[in-house]
């Protein structure tokens, strides 16, 4: 890596942490400590405030940034990938939105740089969600967001209907479908459901908050525990 890249990397890594010690950056650059160390006081001496000492971390100091969007060809063809790989997968109205910030990195990238993400032979050529998969997949992610309450009228495997009130705590892309992860009211328990076998979907007005024991880092506890034979 050339220092100049190297120093722009020490500057990303520092902005992102609020703590940031000189052993981290040295093994996330793959140098070592006493070249850290040199790199800090390069910056220091170009202007950029950087707070701390060797030994305790840095930090930067607030309201500092850089010019964005300094990315190398490689880098900007693997966020050219992501978004192709993403797009059949999202929710109409957030695929939207990864092409419209595509648009805007590729348009002030240098032109090797774009020339080469533009041209990539890659695609993920998979059929797009079907509208109303999409409609539900877009409310439960803002209702998620927004912790706001959902009925939902759904269709089980076995053909069973059933309507409940939940909790939406994430949805998952599982490869071929998407889940919605939540609290179910009516079971008083976590429940995953198929989103493509939601029926119908209203959001409510009703919030809500995360209490012990329904959020999504409990559900989480619990499946690594019967995972394990825990539970």
Not at 81 to 91: K, P, Q, Y
Not at 185 to 194: A, G, I, P, Q, V
Not at 211 to 226: I, P, S, V
């Amino acid at each position: 890596m050339r220092r100049a890249d190297r120093l722009f990397q020490i500057v990303q890594l520092i902005r992102g942490r609020r703590l940031t010690t000189a052993d981290y950056l040295a093994q996330r650059l793959e140098v070592s400590m006493r070249t850290v160390y040199r790199d800090i006081a390069a910056l220091g001496q170009q202007g950029v405030p950087i707070e701390g000492e060797a030994g305790v971390g840095y930090r930067m100091r607030a309201g500092f940034d850089l010019p964005p969007l300094m990315f190398s060809k490689q880098e900007a063809q693997a966020l050219v990938a992501t978004v192709r790989m993403a797009e059949s997968r999202l929710d109409a109205a957030l695929a939207r939105q990864a092409e419209n910030a595509l648009s805007k990195i590729l348009a002030v990238l240098p032109l090797d740089a774009r020339a080469a993400a533009e041209s990539l032979a890659l695609y993920a050529p998979l059929p797009a969600l079907d509208p109303a998969t999409s409609a539900h997949l877009t409310a439960m992610r803002e209702a998620t967001e927004a912790k706001r309450k959902l009925k939902v009228g759904y269709l089980d495997l076995g053909g069973v209907k059933s309507e409940r009130v939940v909790r939406p705590l994430a949805c998952l892309f599982w490869g071929p479908v998407w889940t919605l992860a939540a609290w179910c009211e009516l079971r008083n328990d976590f429940r995953s459901f198929r989103v493509d076998r939601v029926e119908t979907l209203e959001v409510l007005e009703e919030t809500f908050r995360d209490e012990a024991g329904k959020t999504l880092a409990d559900m989480n506890r619990r499946r690594e525990a019967q995972e394990h034979g825990g539970a």
